[in-house]
């Protein structure tokens, strides 16, 4: 196979930076092009700006750089999402669509779109998610997931798009602070704790979620990207599980190594909208399907975030 040519929507959120600087690993630097909306101190060449909704812009980038697969992970997330529920609709969906539709055209190789746990509402088994439920999403951003979902299924079906996908949980990485997401506190609470030693949290204590490690958010989507076509049996969003974890529960595994740390609940809007989430997943399927297993639990990722932001802060 010829070294493929990718595109990277959405490349200096918390995902996206860590995800291109992995690509680049792998495939070489000149051969991942970084694309947003804005350009950070941090953000490494190539690098193209680029506004989702703009596609003769998309069009142009995918053309001239001869791109053969796309990540694309521009979105607004959960949290902001509720303050202006009709532009992250647009931006989200409409988004990838033009993703969706280039792809189709152009033959593209592959295309990974990430979904979320909040496409899970409130007709979903909460403990142990299985792969298929009913979805009846209470956000704007899990609507626009779930709608995606299909819409990825279809074009897959409908036209032999290689698109694959994964329903990430809260992302938890040392990297870069999440903005505007239902499980930020998870980040921000291991920045506190090394700062400030104490954290106010958002969430009430006892609200359990589903939380992956960044390494380990990274190495799902490069294994699933590089497995098989033919191995892969889902096209709109496999479940994936690392861990489940507490507020509480989290900061008691923080006081083991800064005895100090203390805690206080003041929970938010976000509170409902994380009381609408499951608690657990059943990952089984990506399990079976290209022997997906995850590397980190509470104890060794709590370990690892406080050594790289002790470094870092």
């Given at each position: ?11 200096n ?11 680049r ?10 694309t947003?909306i ?8 190539p690098?193209e700006f ?7 812009r998309?069009?142009?980038l ?17 949290a ?6 009709i ?5 989200n ?7 969706l ?12 779109f ?15 998610t ?8 209470t956000t ?5 997931k779930s ?5 990825c ?5 409908r036209?032999?798009v290689?698109?694959?996908?994964l329903?990430y ?8 602070l ?8 998870a980040v ?11 954290y ?7 609200t359990?979620l ?5 390494d380990?958010?990274?190495?799902a989507?490069?294994d699933?990207?590089?497995a ?11 479940n994936?599980?690392?861990m489940?974890?507490t507020?509480?529960?989290?900061a008691?595994?923080?006081?083991k190594?800064?005895?100090e ?10 509170q ?6 499951t608690?657990s997943?059943d990952?089984s ?14 104890s060794s990722?709590?370990?690892d975030?406080?050594?790289?932001l002790?470094?870092?802060?």
């Open positions: 196979m010829s070294q493929p040519k990718i595109l990277v929507t959405g490349a959120g918390q995902i996206g930076r860590v995800l291109t600087e992995a690509l690993k792998i495939y070489g630097t000149e051969s991942v092009l970084a947003d804005t350009k950070l101190p941090v953000t490494v060449e690098f680029l506004d989702i909704l703009n596609n003769q998309l069009r142009e995918v053309e001239d750089h001869k791109i053969t697969q796309i990540y694309h992970l521009a979105a607004i997330l959960s902001n999402g509720e303050w202006n529920p532009k992250t609709w647009n931006i969906l409409n988004g990838l669509l033009a993703i539709e280039l792809a189709r055209e152009k033959e593209m190789d592959k295309v990974f990430p979904s979320t746990i909040a496409v899970f509402g409130n007709t979903t088994p909460r403990v142990n299985p792969q298929d439920v009913p979805l009846l999403p704007v951003y899990g609507m626009s709608t995606g979902e299909l819409w299924n279809y074009y897959h079906q036209y032999g290689d698109v694959r996908s329903r949980p809260g992302i938890i990485g040392w990297q870069s999440p903005a505007g997401g239902t499980t930020d506190y921000e609470i291991y920045h506190e704790a090394l700062k400030n030693g104490q106010e949290c958002f969430l009430s204590e006892n359990r589903p939380m992956m490690y960044m380990d958010a990274i190495k989507t490069t699933l990207m590089q098989p076509k033919e191995s892969i049996s889902i096209r709109y969003g496999y994936l599980a690392a489940s974890f507020p509480s529960e989290i008691e595994e923080i006081k190594h800064i005895p740390f203390s805690i206080t609940y003041k929970p938010d809007f976000r409902q909208i994380a009381a609408s989430w608690e997943i990952d399927m990506a399990r079976k399907d290209w022997n997906w297993k995850p590397d980190f639990n509470l990722m709590t370990l975030m406080l050594h790289h002790k470094n870092t802060l």
